[in-house]
């Protein structure tokens, strides 16, 4: 069984991780690489806020309940501007804590999707690498609206 922890933006911090649990259970977006395997997610927190204080001790308490893998929520790469310490958060987890990070939980939602192509958000070729467990076809990113 994969152990997973989730970190969203503290932006959200009211959300009760709907699209993120309903992608989990249906095994799309970022967690469609689970297709085959049992999950379970053992954390599920904020950043803290900018600049992200709780990403320095979050990931240890969900390693302390076995997480292999921490997943920083979509929300992240979606909301505007899309988080400037995301890549810092890739970094870190891993050398601090020897967990795998996976960019993305839920598909991105067309409306999103639609903004942030307008605005030429992820055209790098390292947004295209961030993002590319999140990117599903267009009536899944629909549905996620």
């Not at 933006?9 to 967690?31: D, I």
């Not at 958060?89 to 999103?112: R, W």
């Not at 903004?115 to 690498?129: D, F, I, Y």
Request: proline share 6%.
């Amino acid at each position: 069984m994969k152990k997973i922890g989730i970190i969203i933006c503290n932006r959200y911090h009211t959300c009760a991780g709907g699209k993120c649990l309903r992608s989990l259970r249906n095994r799309e977006g970022a967690f469609a690489r689970y297709r085959d395997e049992d999950v379970e997610l053992v954390g599920y927190t904020t950043c803290g806020g900018c600049p992200g204080g709780n990403v320095e001790y979050a990931p240890a308490e969900m390693k302390r309940n076995g997480a292999e893998v921490i997943h920083l929520a979509t929300g992240l790469v979606v909301g505007y501007p899309p988080c400037p310490r995301l890549q810092a958060f890739c970094d870190f987890i891993p050398a601090k804590y020897g967990l795998e990070v996976v960019v993305g939980t839920h598909p991105i939602p067309q409306n999103y999707f639609t903004t942030h192509g307008e605005l030429g958000t992820w055209q790098s070729a390292r947004w295209q690498q961030l993002i590319e467990g999140v990117v599903t076809d267009r009536e899944t990113r629909q549905a996620y609206d």
